[in-house]
């Protein structure tokens, strides 16, 4: 069975920073592209970073510069660290897992966790 497990959301000012952190079981971590999703009241869910096996990123043209992705395979986690965050920053993020370079969406994904920025 497989589970990811986020955490770190919370709430920030705009400027602030955040490392959103996600623990993957159930998968053969180190063979598994990972992935950062959000999802916006009102908006559907984008991605927002990926990370494919052999180390590749890719990021949505509105964090480049700003988030930065990496994961840790003896740990079995993918991070996402968030600086200089914006209001239109807050979504609900998720974990994924599964994707590939091509099509960074995998099957799987976690509960999700809330990242507020407050203006």
């Known amino acids: 069975q497989v589970q990811l497990v986020e955490s770190g959301g919370g709430l920030v000012q705009a400027g602030g920073s955040l490392r959103l952190s996600c623990a993957g079981s159930g998968i053969i971590f180190s063979s598994t592209g990972m992935g950062w999703y959000r999802q916006a009241p009102g908006k559907q869910r984008e991605l927002v970073a990926f990370i494919s096996v052999g180390g590749v990123t890719l990021y949505a043209d509105s964090v480049k510069d700003r988030f930065t992705i990496f994961r840790n395979n003896a740990q079995k986690t993918v991070s996402l660290r968030m600086n200089s965050l914006k209001p239109e920053d807050t979504a609900i993020y998720y974990c994924?897992?599964?994707?590939?370079?091509?099509?960074?969406?995998?099957?799987?994904w976690g509960q999700g966790t809330q990242v507020t920025v407050s203006s």
């Open positions: 994924n897992a599964g994707g590939n370079l091509r099509s960074t969406a995998g099957q799987y």
